[in-house]
């Protein structure tokens, strides 16, 4: 069974960087993508960065939105690291860990195609 676990959330003044980890226990494929996707309450969940690995080099993908100032990197085979530098109050929200194995449905952003999820971290930016 697998399931992910989200650390590394909290508070920062725009500006700032935090780094957001998660770990797919149970996760058994060799093969994955998996990422960040936010909510912000009263808004639809938006894909934030997705990486892909196992199958040759790894593939990333950003949002528009956060490239430049944002690094998704996998740390081990189950854990997936988001590095946020320069934060903007924009970029507060409810983080989810997202997973899927193969073969994948819909492009990198599709969050309803992802069948595992994390609880969540909330992440707050202040102006």
């Known amino acids: 069974q697998v399931r992910l676990t989200e650390s590394g959330g909290g508070s920062v003044q725009a500006g700032g960087s935090l780094r957001l980890s998660c770990v797919a226990s149970g996760w058994s494929y060799r093969r994955k993508r998996m990422g960040w996707f936010r909510q912000v309450s009263g808004n639809e969940r938006e894909a934030v960065a997705v990486i892909y690995t196992g199958s040759g080099p790894e593939t990333t993908y950003y949002a528009d939105s956060v490239k430049g100032r944002f690094t998704i990197s996998q740390d081990t085979q189950i854990t997936v690291s988001l590095q946020m530098d320069n934060l903007t109050p924009e970029d507060s929200g409810l983080y989810y860990c997202?997973?899927?194995?193969?073969?994948?449905?819909?492009?990198?952003?599709?969050?309803?195609?992802?069948?595992?999820w994390g609880q969540g971290t909330q992440v707050n930016v202040s102006s």
């Open positions: 997202a997973a899927d194995d193969p073969p994948y449905y819909g492009a990198w952003d599709r969050g309803s195609e992802y069948p595992y």
